[in-house]
């Protein structure tokens, strides 16, 4: 198949572009539809959760500490929720980088025809804004991917059950997001697991993902979850996945509305769990009903020194391990004229993705939105976000 253009597609704004190889016109034209009506209003579901996994001294960015990547998906939310300019009950962790995708996702919400919906799942602390709640808060985080037994596996079901639920319910189409720290690291043992074909190809929120130590944990945790040769998608989310995996996967099973979903390698961990947990027959509906959208920065890195962008060959690995076709696009916002630094900085490779960034701006670029416009909205936001910091240390 040769590789699409641009020009190929109808509707699909200036700057924006195709992950992944294995769509045809017809099939991307599909899926772009439901999200190009202006008529339409959307659900959007983001999912907190959280992982030992992310404990592990330089495994993630989404926080400069620890400590501080335990507060990382609260204070997240509270930003999408509040705006950069009120009181927020969570104060955003200290990066070593760029600032919160959650601003870039706020920002993108604003003109859109949506409410969000945040679930909580195992955090360490309870949230206080108005929210989902899927277990008890006393659940707590999955446990290190590297013990090879994350989460018990009634947990795992009964996690599962509430994302059938929730996929059952909907009645418009759905963008899907989240916040897990150490999330890429619990993909990345997930697909592993799964028989899909993933070094090199994960990426992560640090400037230089730590490829070594992914590896390492993941090897170590599924040697001692002695998996057998194929496991359920169940089983692998016990030895190796977190909550949020779980609930997602749910989800995507049992919904009928189109998908949006906002992220890279975590979502399609999420994808491949859901398509290994259906027959053949009915995994071509589910990869019909499902788009990838994504930040131009995640959708153009190139992983240890690869010549092609690490997120559309994960996207086509997924896709040809379950012989179906993914979708995936990016949106056309880019800082290189930002007169932010810390906006800046996503050019040089840091964060790059999360919140469901990538998707809320495709979906506002979709709806109409002008990537200059989007841009303003971004620095004004930093702005605000600069000088409340600035208000609360008086």
Same mark, same amino acid.
């Given at each position: 198949?040769?590789?699409?253009?641009?020009?190929?597609?109808?509707?699909?704004?200036?700057?924006?572009?195709?992950?992944?190889?294995?769509?045809?016109?017809?099939? &991307?034209?599909?899926?772009?539809?439901?999200?190009?009506?202006?008529?339409?209003?959307?659900?959007?579901?983001?999912?907190?959760?959280?992982?030992?996994?992310?404990?592990?001294?330089?495994?993630?960015?989404?926080?400069?500490?620890?400590?501080?990547?335990?507060?990382?998906?609260?204070?997240?939310?509270?930003? %999408?929720?509040?705006?950069?300019?009120?009181?927020?009950?969570?104060?955003?962790?200290?990066?070593?980088?760029?600032?919160?995708?959650?601003?870039?996702?706020?920002?993108? %919400?604003?003109?859109?025809?949506?409410?969000?919906?945040?679930?909580?799942?195992?955090?360490?602390?309870?949230?206080?804004?108005?929210?989902?709640?899927?277990?008890?808060?006393?659940?707590?985080?999955?446990?290190?991917?590297?013990?090879?037994?994350?989460?018990?596996?009634?947990?795992?079901?009964?996690?599962?059950?509430?994302?059938?639920?929730?996929?059952?319910? %909907?009645?418009?189409?759905?963008?899907?997001?989240?916040?897990?720290?150490?999330?890429?690291?619990?993909?990345?043992?997930?697909?592993?697991?799964?028989?899909?074909?993933?070094?090199? &190809?994960?990426?992560?929120?640090?400037?230089?993902?730590?490829?070594? &130590?992914?590896?390492?944990?993941?090897?170590?945790?599924?040697?001692?979850?002695?998996?057998?040769?194929?496991?359920?998608?169940?089983?692998?989310?016990?030895?190796?996945?977190?909550?949020?995996?779980?609930? !997602?996967?749910?989800?995507?099973?049992?919904?009928?509305?189109?998908?949006?979903?906002?992220?890279?390698?975590?979502?399609?961990?999420?994808?491949?769990? !859901?398509?290994?947990?259906?027959?053949?027959?009915?995994?071509? !509906?589910?990869?019909?009903?499902?788009?990838?959208?994504?930040?131009?920065?995640?959708?153009? +890195?190139?992983?240890?020194?690869?010549?092609?962008?690490?997120?559309?060959?994960?996207?086509?690995?997924?896709?040809?391990?379950?012989?179906?076709?993914?979708?995936?696009?990016?949106?056309?916002?880019?800082?290189?004229?930002?007169?932010?630094?810390?906006?800046?900085?996503?050019?040089?490779?840091?964060?790059?993705?999360?919140?469901?960034?990538?998707?809320?701006? %495709? &979906?506002?670029?979709?709806?109409?939105?002008?990537? +200059?416009?989007?841009?303003?909205?971004?620095?004004?936001?930093?702005? +605000?976000?600069? !000088?409340?910091?600035?208000?609360?240390?008086?």
């Amino acid at each position: 198949m040769l590789p699409l253009t641009l020009s190929d597609l109808e509707g699909l704004p200036l700057g924006c572009s195709i992950v992944g190889s294995r769509c045809s016109r017809q099939q &991307l034209q599909a899926h772009l539809e439901p999200w190009c009506q202006r008529d339409s209003s959307f659900d959007l579901l983001l999912l907190l959760a959280a992982t030992r996994t992310a404990e592990r001294e330089g495994i993630s960015a989404a926080g400069a500490t620890a400590a501080s990547r335990r507060l990382t998906a609260l204070a997240d939310a509270d930003l %999408l929720l509040q705006g950069p300019g009120q009181l927020r009950s969570w104060s955003l962790p200290p990066l070593p980088a760029g600032v919160s995708p959650a601003l870039l996702s706020h920002v993108a %919400l604003q003109p859109l025809p949506m409410q969000p919906v945040v679930a909580a799942l195992g955090l360490e602390h309870e949230a206080t804004f108005p929210h989902l709640r899927l277990e008890s808060p006393q659940a707590g985080p999955a446990r290190c991917l590297s013990t090879g037994r994350a989460m018990d596996p009634e947990r795992v079901e009964r996690l599962w059950r509430q994302g059938m639920r929730l996929g059952a319910q %909907l009645r418009r189409p759905l963008l899907l997001a989240e916040c897990v720290p150490g999330g890429t690291t619990t993909a990345q043992a997930v697909l592993t697991a799964l028989g899909v074909p993933v070094n090199g &190809l994960i990426s992560g929120s640090a400037r230089q993902p730590p490829q070594e &130590l992914k590896r390492h944990l993941v090897e170590q945790g599924l040697r001692r979850a002695q998996l057998p040769a194929w496991p359920s998608p169940q089983a692998v989310l016990a030895a190796v996945g977190d909550p949020f995996q779980a609930v !997602a996967a749910g989800v995507l099973v049992s919904a009928q509305q189109p998908v949006l979903l906002g992220g890279g390698s975590q979502m399609a961990a999420v994808v491949a769990l !859901a398509l290994a947990s259906l027959p053949d027959q009915r995994r071509k !509906a589910l990869a019909d009903r499902v788009l990838l959208g994504s930040t131009a920065w995640l959708a153009q +890195e190139r992983i240890c020194g690869s010549d092609m962008p690490a997120l559309g060959c994960l996207l086509d690995e997924v896709g040809q391990r379950f012989g179906v076709s993914l979708a995936g696009l990016a949106s056309g916002l880019r800082f290189h004229a930002s007169r932010q630094p810390a906006l800046r900085d996503y050019e040089d490779g840091f964060v790059k993705e999360g919140v469901g960034a990538g998707a809320l701006l %495709l &979906l506002a670029q979709l709806q109409g939105h002008h990537s +200059e416009a989007l841009l303003e909205g971004c620095e004004r936001a930093l702005d +605000e976000l600069l !000088a409340s910091a600035v208000a609360s240390e008086v």
